[in-house]
């Protein structure tokens, strides 16, 4: 079990805050799948470009795959951006939020070669705000905000009630 | 874009194939110009039923987008108030899409609205309506129109199974699909648009889409962003590899290599040579010649770009090229 | 932070068994950022009022406003007019497609299902019409754009099946089977509209009302000159990979995919350009005349194409007698196709004046011209009933007072008609339907004047066969 933070108390506050602000957009991306009426993942996989690209686009052809992983990325996305906002279960919605950007970033990776031939905004070279965003994540991972300020405070706390758990 | 005279066609060739078999030429007046398919078939019969049905295509296209038709779509965008939304069909949001796009990709050097106001339009794309934030904005595909024709004429001949062809409009937006048997590419020239026989360089292309734009001798262009008149270059072509089958656009809407390759010639009149060196820098596939203005106009001044870091000689590294 | 580990380890029991207590400061900062979820909950409820009104604002066509109940709609045929229909239904507000329903199932059943989806409808596919009527609990109104020896059927299949109809025209191939139409609408009392679209055409709706109604500018109509010039076409194809089997296409009447494709062009399945095209205008003779035809001339035949893939003839001249309200006139309609030049119009020439129309705006933007004799129409142009003449170049005079050459006439003042339709083509007749369906028009189609027109041009292929001239009574035209 991971140390509780020994940093400063500013960085953490920061952290916090980087925490909060990446759950909000989770959840509000959650959100807005849930609420838009049949959302799917289709479109979006149909044009995966990269090493997965076909793994990505033969999803797109299984209605049912198709359907499971629609339903694990709206649902996912609410409930990592929930509980980052919160700082419940901090550690665990780190992960997953960094498994979904890396699927993401996967599928449309910004390495040249890769990038299709018409012209758009912007210019990325390997790095996009996906991996920043992970990189963040990790960061939150890594330095347990739940525990500093949020509800992983507090059921730590309970949890920690019981001496023979406290001890682990 | 220009003020008034039409938009030149021509810039692109197609080298006189030899006698083959199984090679046919169709042709059909749509849009202000002449629209051709060649292809390589067994069955002449069919393929000239899928040319046709190619054309018919244009032909609805032509109903949708162009602004000379009281009842087309892009009419009624151009009779909106502040306020006030129409609903279009699939083939305009996807060529305001694209035109929306490439305004902001070249900073407005392509606008389809003449400086008249693109960005006051809010495309809906989920709900086909294109809103209208401010009045008088007027819009003329003419830019772009031609090239999404080709781009869906090749796809509907590819739906025949007819592959092996070579689509145009006014030669002008060309899209070459499959090459006939036992060649590497269709033989195309870059040719003055002011004087077809005067060839500035060969090519031999599949599965790309070719798009051309020029000026007359003397004649001006307006520059939608001043919206004065200004001499641009003599001539710019553009090239972009078509996507594979499996590639769809951008939220489902088709990326249309030949509409986009018509409206980057259109702004590559305008822009400056670093501007477009740096576009076709950060777009590997993305190709470019630019025929500057001052000059006696031969095949050694031609300026290309090919996703390099540097514009210069002809031999580009794609390997698509063959004197 | 040494205070929290303090904290902390006063909080670990010297006995066991006593739990500790969470300190304050804990509770606090462990809730620290629950208030952002709040804040998030706010924004987005702000987000989506802000969503909903502006989709309420979209939405708000007077149609919306005045509580437009949603009308089920099945298209039947989902071939190229098929297809045009329902671009133009894409375009009207309050509709809900159901069902799609094509033989055709891997080409245009499949591409219209998808494209209706993109459109955010959600439609049931169907090979077998029979089904879809049977299944589609939630249906209002069949569209039926199938060849024409499949319009009787279908259409009084639907009918009978508590829909109402809007038929495409030509109504049928045989008068049999348009009258079994008219039939089953009178016995249902369902909406059957022909597909007549002019009819609803606001320009030709202002020549009909305003321009021979009101103002009878052509004074009294003579003559009537039409015709459809479309140019040399092959015979339609389809896609290899997409024919349909035999099987199917034999069970729907059809011999081979060619036939399926070029229906238009066999007996017993289409009658062929006259129909085809004829149809529209030979309509709009019937309406502005105020009169069906009473007697009919007609010359045809396959000039051009294969006899082995065309049945019907490619080139037709027909002459028309008509009693009209104010006096006999005689009609003249052409229609080939091996030549495309000077497309399709329909003129009206009165001894006042003349009317050049088309419903392409763009090659006849609806020409009128006042005959010098007539009287001014000073009094229509302020009203806006017609523009305002285009300036016309005076004729010079010959000599020295010699009267100008008497075998020339003065150009007459050209005038247009100032409306114009912004709307795809069929997009007012299918309004006008829908409207009539919400109680709101009354349709500008009916069977029974679709009969009418129905009668009128299937006579002409019997008139070429009969090689003389034909009558029509009053009661050929009633049901």
């Known amino acids: 079990m991971m140390q509780a933070t020994t940093f400063e108390r500013a960085p953490m506050i920061a952290i916090t805050a980087l925490r909060v602000l990446v759950g909000w957009h989770f959840l509000y991306e959650g959100l807005a799948k849930l609420t838009a009426p049949s959302w799917t993942a289709a479109g979006y996989l149909k044009q995966a470009k990269g090493p997965l690209a076909e793994s990505f686009r033969w999803l797109a052809t299984r209605p049912d795959m198709l359907a499971t992983a629609d339903l694990m990325t709206m649902w996912g996305l609410t409930i990592v951006g929930a509980c980052l906002i919160l700082g419940l279960f901090t550690r665990l919605a780190s992960l997953a939020g960094i498994g979904f950007i890396l699927l993401f970033y996967l599928a449309a990776p910004p390495l040249i070669g890769y990038f299709y031939a018409i012209p758009s905004e912007g210019s990325y070279l390997i790095v996009n705000k996906n991996l920043v965003e992970a990189a963040a994540l990790v960061v939150i991972l890594l330095t347990g905000s739940g525990r500093f300020a949020g509800l992983d405070r507090i059921v730590h706390g309970l949890i920690s009630r019981r001496p023979r758990l406290a001890a682990a | 874009m220009r003020a008034d005279a039409p938009d030149l066609d021509g810039g692109i060739g197609i080298a006189e194939p030899r006698e083959r078999g199984d090679l046919w030429r169709f042709s059909h007046e749509a849009m202000h110009t002449v629209f051709e398919v060649y292809a390589s078939h067994p069955d002449e019969r069919y393929a000239a039923q899928a040319a046709q049905a190619a054309f018919a295509l244009v032909d609805r296209l032509e109903g949708d987008l162009s602004r000379f038709r009281s009842n087309s779509d892009i009419t009624r965008v151009n009779q909106l108030t502040a306020g006030e939304s129409a609903r279009v069909g699939e083939a305009a949001l996807e060529c305001l899409l694209i035109a929306r796009h490439l305004y902001d990709v070249t900073d407005g050097a392509f606008d389809v609205a003449i400086g008249t106001g693109l960005p006051s339009l809010e495309i809906d794309a989920d709900d086909f309506l294109i809103r209208a934030t401010a009045g008088g904005v007027r819009v003329d595909l003419g830019g772009i129109g031609k090239g999404y024709a080709v781009d869906l004429m090749a796809e509907l001949l590819e739906e025949w199974g007819v592959e092996r062809a070579f689509v145009h409009g006014g030669f002008s937006s060309a899209v070459a699909l499959e090459t006939p048997a036992a060649c590497d590419g269709w033989p195309l020239t870059l040719s003055d648009p002011r004087e077809p026989s005067r060839v500035f360089s060969r090519l031999s292309m599949r599965q790309t889409a070719l798009s051309a734009s020029g000026v007359r001798k003397g004649d001006h262009i307006l520059d939608p962003r001043t919206r004065t008149p200004v001499r641009g270059r003599l001539a710019a072509w553009v090239a972009l590899p078509r996507p594979g089958t499996a590639a769809s656009g951008h939220e489902g809407f088709r990326l249309a290599p030949a509409a986009v390759a018509d409206g980057l010639t259109t702004a590559f009149m305008l822009l400056g040579v670093d501007r477009i060196a740096a576009l076709c820098a950060r777009s590997p596939g993305l190709e470019a010649w630019i025929l500057p203005d001052g000059v006696s106009a031969c095949a050694a001044d031609l300026l290309h770009f090919n996703g390099r870091a540097t514009p210069g000689d002809d031999d580009g590294g794609r390997g698509r090229q063959a004197k | ?479």
């Open chain 3, 1 to 479: 932070m040494a205070d929290e580990d303090d904290k902390r380890n006063s909080r670990v029991p010297a006995v066991s068994g006593a739990p500790p207590k969470l300190g304050r400061r804990d509770l606090l900062m462990g809730l620290s950022t629950v208030p952002a979820l709040g804040l998030f909950g706010y924004a987005w409820n702000r987000q989506q009022q802000y969503r909903r009104g502006r989709e309420a604002a979209a939405a708000a066509t007077p149609a919306a406003a005045a509580g437009l109940q949603e009308i089920n709609v099945a298209l039947l045929g989902a071939g190229a007019q098929g297809q045009v229909l329902m671009e133009a239904m894409l375009r009207i507000p309050g509709l809900r497609f159901r069902a799609v329903c094509d033989i055709w199932t891997e080409y245009n059943l499949r591409r219209v299902v998808n494209t209706l989806k993109r459109f955010k409808q959600e439609p049931n596919g169907y090979a077998d019409y029979r089904e879809m009527l049977d299944k589609e609990k939630e249906l209002d109104a069949v569209i039926v754009a199938t060849p024409d020896f499949w319009h009787a059927r279908h259409a009084t299949d639907a009918l009978k099946a508590g829909k109402h109809v809007y038929c495409e025209k030509e109504m049928s191939n045989t008068l049999e089977g348009a009258r079994s139409m008219v039939l089953a609408q009178r016995e249902t009392g369902k909406l059957l509209q022909i597909g007549h679209q002019r009819r609803s055409n606001p320009r030709y709706i202002h020549c009909y009302q305003k321009l021979l109604g009101e103002a009878k500018l052509l004074g009294r109509i003579v003559t009537v000159n039409g015709q459809w010039n479309r140019a040399v076409a092959p015979d339609l194809g389809a896609p290899d990979r997409y024919a349909i089997p035999e099987a199917t296409l034999k069970q729907y009447g059809f011999k081979d995919m060619h036939q399926f494709r070029n229906w238009r062009w066999y007996k017993g399945l289409g009658g062929g350009p006259i129909v085809d095209l004829g149809s529209h205008q030979i309509d709009i003779y019937n309406w502005f005349l105020g009169a069906p035809p009473s007697g009919v001339m007609a010359s045809g035949g396959l000039l051009y194409y294969d006899p082995k893939t065309h049945e019907w003839h490619d080139t037709v001249m027909v002459m028309y007698d008509y009693d009209t309200p104010v006096g006999p006139a005689k009609a003249y309609y052409q229609t080939q196709t091996t030549n495309g030049s000077q497309g399709y119009y329909e003129s009206f020439m009165g001894d006042q004046g003349t009317l050049l129309i088309s419903e392409s705006e763009l090659n006849y933007a609806g020409q009128l011209y006042r005959d010098p004799n007539a009287p001014a129409w000073d009094e229509w142009i302020q009203k806006g009933y017609v523009s305002a003449p285009k300036e016309q170049e005076a004729k010079e005079q010959t000599g020295s007072g010699a009267i100008a050459d008497v075998r020339e006439s003065v150009a007459p003042d050209q005038h247009t008609v100032p409306v114009s339709l912004r709307d795809p083509y069929h997009q007012p007749h299918l309004q006008n339907f829908f409207d009539t369906i919400r109680g709101k028009a009354t349709l500008n189609c009916p069977a029974e004047i679709g009969y009418e027109s129905a009668v009128s041009v299937l006579k002409v292929n019997e008139a070429i066969e009969a090689k003389s001239r034909l009558s029509f009574k009053p009661e050929d035209f009633k049901v």
